[in-house]
């Protein structure tokens, strides 16, 4: 399976690509979890996202494209991928297509996780995620489910940057949810049920 995660923050892509990993192996791109592991070890491009991040903006183009590029020409990508929090403007989808028709490998499905606002203001305020293994848990869980880890916030998960965040979607994202459209590829599903029952539909939806 070749396909794009799109949905606000917050509307459960991680949870749900977790669990697309669990069963298929299919390999993760998370663009989030990639640009928080180089402000964990300090490098150039870590430097350069912090105060993007912190703040809720999105990261340059340049960047994002380049690093989704390289990631895309490793070996493991060629049985698939789950490209999740990328695309996120109309720049980066244009470049995904070239890559992925350089490549050819098209996408199979661009799946939007469908949640409405105040829901994700609640989810992402009391998101917490574990610093062993990134497992993605809320404040009800003192540890890790998984491994015992400790549980962190993450710095962009408070409401003011939430809030931005949003804007932001609304702004550059949201106008991809048509440009997929357009391409017949887009695939909606309702995310505002429990996790197991979105899981299901999505495998329905995909037919997998
Ligand atoms: P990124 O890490 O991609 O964040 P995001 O898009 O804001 O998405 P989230 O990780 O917040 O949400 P999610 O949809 O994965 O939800 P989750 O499953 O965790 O990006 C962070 C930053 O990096 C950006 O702001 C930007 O600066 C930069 N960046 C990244 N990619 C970029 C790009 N392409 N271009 C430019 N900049 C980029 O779930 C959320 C919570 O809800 C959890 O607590 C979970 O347990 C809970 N939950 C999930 N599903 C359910 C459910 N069905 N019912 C109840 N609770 C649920
Ligand atoms: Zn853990």
Redesign the pocket.
């Known amino acids: 399976m070749n396909i794009v ?1 799109l ?12 669990k697309l990993v669990a069963e298929f192996g299919t390999p993760h791109i ?7 592991a180089a402000v964990k070890a300090g490098t150039p491009l870590g430097k350069k ?1 912090q105060s ?2 912190n ?7 340049e ?2 494209i380049g690093l ?1 590029t390289e990631r895309l020409s490793e070996p493991d990508t060629q049985k698939g991928f789950i490209l ?6 109309s720049a ?1 989808a244009v470049a995904l297509d070239a890559e992925l028709s350089r490549l050819n490998r098209p996408l199979d499905a661009a799946l939007l ?1 469908d ?1 409405k606002f105040d ?2 203001i609640k ?2 305020t ?4 574990c610093k062993e293994c990134g497992f ?3 404040d009800a869980l003192s540890s890790c489910p998984k491994c015992g880890g400790e549980m962190y916030q ?1 710095s ?2 408070n409401e003011q ?1 939430v809030r931005n ?1 949003l804007e ?2 609304e702004r550059s ?1 949201a106008p991809l949810i048509d440009y997929y459209r357009g391409s017949d590829l887009l695939v909606t599903v309702d ?5 197991e ?2 899981y299901n539909d999505i495998k329905q939806l995909l037919h997998l």
């Open positions: 995660l949905g606000a923050p917050g509307a459960g892509k991680g949870t749900q690509a977790a998370s663009t989030g979890d990639m640009l928080r996202a993007y991040m703040a809720g903006e999105l990261v340059p183009d960047v994002i989704v999740d929090g990328f695309p996120r403007t980066q996780v949640v829901v994700i989810r992402l009391s998101r917490r995620m993605i848990g809320t993450r962009d998960d940057t965040r932001v979607y994202t995310g505002d049920r429990d996790v029952l979105v």
